[in-house]
């Protein structure tokens, strides 16, 4: 759901899946917040990369969603993750893969560092840059 309407651009499915996922999964950062993590950074960095103002413009709406209560609803660290996430930040693994999606380093390697991040954070925060890349090809009319 939360791919799918992020792609869409519709608001009400991406911020209902978000509410979903927060706090979702075991361990210090859960993997739904991983996810979250992923794709508000992706959205952020590069819709504004792409000029695609509707990335950009969901990136803000899901940011606001999730960082509402995750002080409540999550760990204390995964809660500080996602307050990053929703201002763009991210760690050089991150970055990393963000940048050989844009073609300015090589992406297989980049990759490979994420997914050795922790338990399953690699592979969850690799998931929701996909969903994130996704949905600024889509929103932007790339092909």
Avoid: Y
């Amino acid at each position: 759901m939360l791919a799918s309407s992020c792609a869409k651009g519709w608001l009400l499915g991406a911020v209902t899946a978000a509410e979903q996922l927060v706090g979702l999964g075991p361990g210090l950062t859960p993997s739904g917040d991983d996810v979250l993590a992923g794709l508000l950074v992706t959205l952020r960095r590069l819709g504004t990369a792409a000029a695609c103002e509707k990335a950009v413009w969901l990136a803000g709406w899901l940011a606001a969603t999730v960082t509402f209560d995750a002080r409540t609803r999550t760990t204390p660290i995964s809660a500080t993750l996602l307050h990053c996430a929703a201002r763009g930040e991210a760690s050089p693994e991150v970055t990393g893969v963000l940048r050989g999606v844009a073609g300015r380093q090589a992406l297989e390697p980049a990759l490979r560092r994420l997914h050795r991040l922790g338990h399953t954070s690699g592979a969850d925060l690799a998931q929701g840059i996909a969903i994130g890349v996704a949905a600024v090809r889509s929103l932007s009319g790339a092909r």
